[in-house]
Antibody
């Protein structure tokens, strides 16, 4: 059974940093691209970032580019999102999602999702 | 980025009704369109990928169609467990943008 468990969320001041983790199990982690998607309170879904199965290719939304860094440790079956220079508008539930393919490309889609971790940016 | 626009933003329907949700892309995305269902406090769930392919385990009352810029998600006979918010998402580009969502409520 595919399981994705996010952790690392919490309350952080504007300008601060936080690192989210997503522990994966039930599938061959290194064989699939992974993504982060967020949802601000009461709002819709926003794609944030993605990474290929090898970790060699990464992708970012304009809203987080230069501030967030996605990475993965295939030996630990874990996906990460390092978030720096956090802003109030980054407040959201952050979901990690497994992609259907090794490479993050047009034919892929997010077939499994974690339950999310809440990040609150406030002073 | 490609903009995805869903209509309506919300709808009220009764159990047994046929429901159709529309998603329009700001440019052609071929058939690279996915549909997700989200219930309150829960993670999104994949329903349809590649515009019309039903994800394993999803009831056959859900179907998707379309290509280019115009797509539809149809629920043939609405069930109590289908009351939720539905999102379309394009995967034509690596920046996989979502529609704003359509909330399906009980009439």
């Amino acid at each position: 059974e595919v399981q994705l468990l996010e952790s690392g969320g919490g309350l952080v001041q504007p300008g601060g940093s936080l690192r989210l983790s997503c522990a994966a199990s039930g599938f061959t982690f290194s064989s699939y691209a992974m993504s982060w998607v967020r949802q601000a309170p009461g709002k819709g879904l926003e794609w944030v970032s993605a990474i290929s199965g090898s970790g060699g290719s990464t992708y970012y939304a304009d809203s987080v580019k230069g501030r967030f860094t996605i990475s993965r440790d295939n030996s630990k079956n874990t996906l990460y999102l390092q978030m720096n220079s956090l802003r109030a508008e980054d407040t959201a539930v952050y979901y990690c999602a497994k992609d259907s393919r090794l490479y993050y490309d047009s034919s892929g889609y997010s077939d499994y999702w974690g339950q999310g971790t809440l990040v609150t940016v406030s002073s | 980025d490609i903009q995805m626009t869903q209509s309506p933003s919300s709808l009220s329907a009764s159990v047994g009704d046929r429901v159709t949700i529309t998603c329009r892309a700001s440019q052609s995305i071929s058939s690279y369109l996915n549909w997700y269902q989200q219930k309150p406090g829960k993670a999104p769930k994949l329903l349809i990928y590649a515009a019309s392919s039903l994800q394993s385990g999803v009831p056959s009352r859900f179907s998707g169609s379309g290509s280019g810029t115009d797509f539809t998600l149809t629920i043939s006979s609405l069930q109590p467990e289908d009351f939720a918010t539905y999102y379309c998402q394009q995967s034509y580009t690596t920046r996989r943008t979502f529609g704003q969502g359509t909330k399906v409520e009980i009439k």
